[in-house]
C-alpha cells in the first residue's frame, strides 16, 4: 500500500498485489470522504468531478480499468450529483510488461466536495516484488472492493426490452426485478461521456416486471445513437445489476 494522501476534505491511497505469471496486476484506489462530504462516480451528475488515474509511462504498467462500486443520488438546491458519502474503494485493472519488481507509479485526480468542490491531486506509488508471500490486508481490501461492485444481469435481475423514441427524448425500459421488492427502482443511464441520465417517467410495477420511461435530457449536437452502446445500472433494494444498452 501507498501512503495516504490528504487533503481537507478526505484522504487516498493505492493498493495493488504482486502480478500474477501473465503480468496482470490486481490494485484499487481506496478514497476516504471525512463525514459530510462526497466524492465522485464515473458519471458525477450535474457537477463534479469524476476519479481520474493516471500511470506514468516509466512505470511500464498500463490501466486497463477502473470498476465503480454502486453510488447514491444526492439532491441539493436543484444540483443532483451521484456520488459517495463513506470510504469507497475502486478496483483497478492492471497489467505490468515487465517483471517483479513493479513500481506502479500513479497520479489520482479526484473531486471532493461538501458546500463547495476541491480538486485533489495526488502522487501515489507502490513497489511490488515477486508473489512470494501473502499480503491478507490487501487481499481483504481488495475482495471487498470487488464485493461491492454491481453484478452483471441475471435471469431474475435485467433489461429484457430497450428502445430509445425517434425524437431521442425518452428511453424506454422494460426490466425483470428480484423478487421482494417494492415500488420504483434507482436507475442511472449514462449514454455519451459526461451525460447521465436518472427521471423516471410513468414507472410501473407488476410483480418481477417493471416499465418506465427515462427523459433523456440534452444530447451534443448532431448525436446518433445508431450502433453505439449505452450503460445502465439499476438498483432495487440492496442489489444492484449493471449492463450495456445496444442500439442497432
Known sequence: MSAWAEAEGGRMRLVALAPGADGKIRAALQIEPKPGWITYWREPGNSGIPPQITIAPRSNVALDAIGYPVPKHFYKGGIEDIAYDAPVTLPLSLTASAKA???????????????????????????????????????AILAAADAALPKPPSADFAVTAHAISPDRKTLSLTLTLPSGGSGAPDIIVTGPSGYAFTKQIGGKRDGATFKTDIAIGKLPKDYDPSGKRWSVLVIDGGKAMETTLAFD
Open 101 to 139: 519488481p513493479v513500481v506502479v507509479d500513479a497520479t489520482a485526480f479526484i473531486g471532493i466536495c461538501r458546500d463547495i468542490c476541491v480538486p485533489f491531486q495526488a502522487h501515489l506509488a507502490v513497489t511490488l516484488g515477486p508473489a512470494t508471500q501473502s499480503h491478507l490486508e490487501e487481499e
